[in-house]
Nanobody, 119 residues
Framework: QVQLVESGGGLVQAGGSLRLSCAAS????????MGWYRQAPGKQRELVAG???????NYADSVKGRFTISRDNAKNTGYLQMNSLKPEDTAVYYC?????????????WGQGTQVTVSS
């Protein structure tokens, strides 16, 4: 079992930066794939970035070059560094995890953290 708690959201001006954290409980974090998802009002939830247990990463085209996903297995924590933020990045951001690889709908989810980017 994995419990996830996000932090680091907030209000930022366009062009600014935020770093989201996802603290995981449980002993299987190091063998779990992790992803950051977001959901804007009236839109479907989308995968923003993912990272495998070994550290391979993938990104949505809309955030490539601006967002960086990382993990610290010793701290059982994942991160999403968001730079050059745009108003269209405004959404609730969720971290999610699955054993070994992310499935289409991951088994474990955090409660979400709001990110608001003002123009």
């Amino acid at each position: 079992q994995v419990q996830l708690v996000e932090s680091g959201g907030g209000l930022v001006q366009a062009g600014g930066s935020l770093r989201l954290s996802c603290a995981a409980s449980g002993s299987i974090f190091s063998i779990s794939a992790m992803g950051w998802y977001r959901q804007a009002p009236g839109k479907q939830r989308e995968l923003v970035a993912g990272i495998t247990p070994g550290g391979s990463t993938n990104y949505a085209d809309s955030v490539k070059g601006r967002f960086t996903i990382s993990r610290d297995n010793a701290k059982n924590t994942g991160y999403l560094q968001m730079n050059s933020l745009k108003p269209e990045d405004t959404a609730v951001y969720y971290c999610a995890a699955d054993l070994y690889r992310l499935t289409r709908i991951p088994n474990y989810w955090g409660q979400g953290t709001q990110v608001t980017v003002s123009s």
